[in-house]
């Protein structure tokens, strides 16, 4: 029985509205460049990773052997070390984090963790469901950990392991802490027992391609690296990537392997479509394409910088950012790009799938909104 007139409709309607929303949407950073209709007969599959990535285990209507791909490729981006690393496809970077932390309070049961007040507003509560005892860390102006806050803070808990929760990309002005500076502050208070979480979930993906290339991967000291699929990649469902060291994933399977499983990850049941997208992407972009898409935002930024300030709007962003922040802008603007804005500050982020004309359009709106009348 196929669906009824109104409520095929309904759902015309539906994607209307979607198509419309998504011509005007520069303030989250999700890209929008991608197109997964060659998958359509696999979605009357019920595909499902289950358990362990790298385990086929019995149920066999899964994509394991793609997600396996996805993990060699991010990892070997990620310079993970070779044969001690481990990772799956997760729901989101949320999840990533979370995981990370759990992994790191297992090493670490009386850590305290160190964290930075640009930090996503889900560590928080990540924190609060594993239990872990933290300390908040103040920014600098531009969203990057304040280090000189951290080593005073690390000097007065130096009888507790650290964990440090790094921000590669804040959420609102995409601020990399820098994790070769964090390390030589836990080396100057002789901080032997120590995990350092990067939190990349925008910029994973981004950071491997840039010049100088920031200290964030597992070569830089990193433990665990957590990356949002849906952000740079781009999926039409959310998605993520988490890895982590081998050794650290061990532990958790072997304190569980008394119940027969390996129950290696948060969600039992995991989505099989989303590993399909995200190898899709890597084997659409190769490594030359994935720099191209990088260099691409970041012109589409540098561009969007440049256009507000010739506008007379005090636009700016971090050093290789894709991310735009400026002065929020009036109500209705905001609300109709979609900009979120955090206090008196928006932002735009230059996502695969926009273009200079998208901010043209833009630029033009804000110009009404100025008051700045057009010569024509
Ligand atoms: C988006 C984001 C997250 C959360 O990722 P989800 O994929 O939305 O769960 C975490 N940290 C940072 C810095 C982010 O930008």
Redesign the pocket.
């Known amino acids: 029985m196929p669906l009824g007139e109104q409520d095929k409709l309904r759902l015309d309607c539906f994607l209307s509205r979607i198509r419309k929303d998504s011509d005007s949407f520069l303030g989250y950073?999700s890209s929008k460049d991608f197109d997964f209709s060659i998958f359509k007969d696999f979605l009357h599959y019920p595909i499902n990773n289950i358990g362990d990535p790298f385990i086929d285990g019995s149920y066999k209507v899964n994509s394991k052997e793609f997600e396996r791909e996805v993990l060699r490729e991010v990892a070997s981006m990620l310079r993970a070390p070779e044969d001690n690393w481990w990772g799956y496809v997760t729901?989101?970077?949320?999840?990533g984090?979370l995981y990370s932390l759990y992994l790191a309070r297992e090493i670490h049961p009386n850590a305290m963790v160190y964290f930075s007040q640009a930090?996503?507003y889900?560590v928080v509560k990540n924190l609060h469901f594993l239990n872990m005892r933290h300390i908040m860390i103040r920014a600098q102006e531009n969203g990057e950990m304040d280090y000189d806050d951290l080593a005073e803070t690390i000097n007065i808990h130096r009888d507790v392991p650290a964990i440090i929760f790094a921000?590669i990309?804040?959420?609102m002005t995409e601020a990399k802490d820098d994790i070769k500076k964090i390390q030589s502050i836990l080396d100057d208070y002789a901080i032997v027992n120590r995990y350092i979480h990067c939190?990349a979930?925008?910029s994973g993906a981004i950071a491997p391609f840039l010049t100088p290339r920031p200290a964030f991967d597992f070569a830089d000291g990193a433990d665990s690296i957590a990356i949002?699929g849906?952000?740079f990649i781009g999926s039409p469902i959310?998605c993520?990537i988490v890895l982590a060291k081998k050794l650290a994933v061990d532990r958790i399977a072997q304190s569980i392997s008394y119940i027969g499983t390996l129950d290696t990850t948060i969600s039992g049941s995991r989505n099989g479509l989303t590993p399909l997208f995200l190898w899709h992407s890597i084997r659409l972009l190769g490594t030359k394409g994935m720099r191209a898409r990088v260099s691409k935002s970041l012109e589409v930024a540098a561009y969007a910088t440049e256009r507000l300030n010739q506008i007379g709007v005090a636009a700016w962003r971090n050093e290789n950012a894709i991310t735009v922040v400026f002065p929020a802008p009036s109500a209705v603007l905001q609300d109709k790009w979609q900009l979120a804005t955090e206090g008196d500050r928006s932002h735009i982020v230059a996502m695969p799938g926009i273009e200079n004309s998208d901010i043209d359009r833009f630029i033009n709106d804000m110009k009404t909104d100025m008051g700045i009348k057009c010569a024509s």
């Open positions: 950073p729901n989101g970077g949320t999840e984090n930090s996503h889900s921000n990309g804040t959420t939190d979930a925008l949002s849906h952000k959310p993520g």
